[in-house]
DNA sequence: GCAGCATTACCGTCCGGTTGGTATGTTATC
DNA sequence: GATAACATACCAACCGGACGGTAATGCTGC
């Protein structure tokens, strides 16, 4: 009765749910987020999805906040490989977008999130509290205040191209965005 | 019988509807842009909304197609004030969207373009023919191609930040961004 | 100038399917 | 045996769109 448990852990539905939420709302948008579209992507019933996400908008707040989260994971991981404290956020939050090349799975975040807050505007203020919290917990002096903006600027930028395709950005070019983060060219300087 | 004309121009009649679009997508978001919401705000029947746009995809075709066009008209008008050719679109591009204040209408214009591509991904390529138009009238000489691209990716990202508020920009610091427009800063010397 | 007719702009209702959500079991675990 | 994790059945509201009709306008030949 242990491998053979019939019952699940109710978190490890829950992320499935959102795995899959996440996904339907990647490729079919938001036309096609439907409760129904999530279950029908599911080993389960529309009961069991409504039990773990009582409505529409739970499920949507449960998407962005796993979004939210692992977003925030990866810059806090990433910034701390950076031996300068001043500013590493802004920094590592441009490394993980730059990264090259970009995954299928990278895009599919990206649009679900949009997709997300597009349903449902309210939801925005999550995703804002999550990026604002990771800009506020980055030390930085005022002298080096501009460019850590300009450098959250360009990685939001990178992000938005990478997900409408706007404009194609070759592997060079991406490497070039990271000499930005090299001493002396930008707010590297600004540890002192 | 010309003020009196019972009948409309069908342009105009097409504006109005795609007007009133917009302005659902941006305060009601993707789940509230139904067809019955458009007509609801309009002094004519779900009929006349059928007959204009036989379908729900027309209609949002038709939104992006318009907020692409007004998008390129603005840039390219910014750009024609620019005495220097080469990257002109790029530095029009950057600084119609560091106006400031952003107005309401600005941040609509911006947020229905998102619900139009969330609701239909396939929405997607119109966006970016557009965008990649606007690029490819450009005339870069190689060595300016790297900056005209960044001076896009911080557009871009300061556009999703006053969509989003995930930065907090001070009217200050959108001006230092047009900095980067002048002569030596960046791409500005690229003409000879 | 006007009869005749096709076209276009628009109306208002109705429909079939879908959607988010409820209500009520059933089963397994503590 | 209480509670949590599901399943099954169902519903009312809504949504996109079809449809039949009407009236204003444009066009054509005379």
Redesign the interface.
């Known amino acids: 009765m242990d491998a053979q448990t019939r019952r699940r852990a109710p978190e490890a539905t829950r992320a499935e749910i959102i795995d899959m939420a996440i996904e339907v709302a990647a490729?079919?948008?938001?036309?096609g987020l439907t409760m129904d579209a999530v279950v029908a992507r599911l080993p389960f019933s529309k009961g069991a999805l409504l039990h773990h996400f009582p409505s529409k908008l739970a499920l949507l707040e449960g998407v962005i906040d796993h979004l939210a989260g692992q977003m925030t994971a990866q810059v806090l991981e990433e910034a701390a490989r950076d031996p300068n404290p001043y500013g590493r956020n802004a920094r590592a939050y441009l490394r993980a977008t730059v990264n090259d090349p970009v995954t299928e799975r990278d895009v599919s975040i990206g649009?679900a999130a949009?997709?997300a807050?597009?349903?449902?505007?309210g939801l925005?203020v999550r995703?804002?509290a999550a990026?604002?919290a990771l800009?506020e917990d980055d030390p930085v002096d005022p002298a080096g205040k501009?460019d850590a903006?300009?450098l959250?600027?360009?990685?939001?930028?990178?992000?938005?191209?990478d997900l409408?395709?706007?404009?194609?950005?070759s592997p060079e070019?991406r490497k070039?965005?990271l000499s930005l983060l090299t001493p002396g060219v930008l707010l590297a300087e600004a540890g002192a």
Chains 1, 2 share one sequence.
């Open positions: 490729d079919q948008g938001a036309m649009r949009l997709v807050c597009a349903v449902e505007p925005i995703w804002r990026m604002r800009a501009d903006l300009m959250r600027l360009i990685a939001d930028g990178l992000w938005m191209s409408f395709g706007t404009h194609e950005v070019q070039a965005l």
